[in-house]
């Protein structure tokens, strides 16, 4: 088997999720990295639709996450990506599916919102990504007069759109919450799922918690009406689960 490459935007949170799982099942991939805009051509030359992650594998291109996530269970079943019953799977299919819809794009059009005005900021964050090719680096800070408003138009980024969004991501937390307010260690079953890594990739713009894995920027970049924001989703049970989640991540390195 060749091993499967994985075409991302470096720091997307989609691609986050699906480098977690694929790591926590224990199988190998290589990255393919970009810079949001220098991704299209690469999805398209990948078979992709137009978003990463894309997965390309022996047995066919997987152009979404999920498809990403479901391929690695079909892999390595052992891993229990998607619990041990059937009915957990179910549940865990359905948070994947609702966080993907009610979270992910959420998050990133907040957090977007507030870093995109500062070109300094923004700039510093796509130049760190290291993992993406140094051509793409180097001719970002050219390309950006046309890049910052083609992403504002292309997710609808405006005050009222982040505004809108700041309201999905409060709702969200509370759903997670209220889930968890039972004592449970993880949304579903008793280990970590599908559940519990979408729930902490799609809400990472809006902790930026120190997590080297992201590869987000660190949360003082943002102006401090957005820094409080953001402390005040650290400090709500949601945040808080998202940052033990995490912390499991650091410690248990790919099997
Ligand atoms: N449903 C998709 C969503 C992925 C997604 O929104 N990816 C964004 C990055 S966070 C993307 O590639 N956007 C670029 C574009 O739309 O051209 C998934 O789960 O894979």
């Not at 949601?238 to 995490?246: D, H, P, R, S, W």
């Amino acid at each position: 088997m060749t091993t499967p490459r994985l075409v991302t935007i470096s720091f997307s949170h989609y691609c986050d999720k699906a480098r977690w799982a694929l790591d926590h099942a224990g199988l190998a991939y290589h990255e393919e990295a970009h810079l949001p805009g220098f991704h299209a051509p690469a999805v398209r030359r990948a078979g992709g639709k137009r978003t990463t992650p894309v997965l390309v594998t022996d047995e066919g291109v997987l152009p979404d996450s999920k498809d990403i996530l479901a391929w690695a269970d079909r892999q390595r079943p052992e891993a229990r990506l998607y619990g041990r019953a059937p009915e957990e799977r179910r549940e865990i299919e359905a948070l994947e599916a609702m966080l993907g819809d009610e979270l992910g794009p959420h998050t990133r059009r907040w957090a977007y919102f507030h870093i995109l005005p500062d070109r300094a900021a923004t700039l510093a964050m796509f130049t760190s990504q290291t993992v993406t090719p140094s051509h793409e680096r180097a001719i970002v800070p050219f390309a950006f007069p046309v890049l910052r408003p083609l992403m504002r138009r292309a997710m609808r980024i405006d005050a009222e759109g982040a505004e809108r969004s700041r309201k999905k991501v409060d709702a969200t937390f509370d759903t997670i919450a209220e889930r968890l307010s039972d004592g449970r260690a993880f949304l579903v079953g008793d280990a970590l799922s599908v559940a519990d890594i979408t729930f902490a990739t799609l809400a990472s713009p809006a902790l930026l918690w120190e997590d080297p894995s992201s590869r987000l920027p660190p949360v003082d970049v943002l102006p401090p009406a957005a820094v409080s924001r953001i402390q005040a989703w650290r400090a709500h049970p949601a945040g808080q689960f998202a940052l033990q989640i995490t912390r499991l991540r650091a410690s248990s390195p790919p099997r």
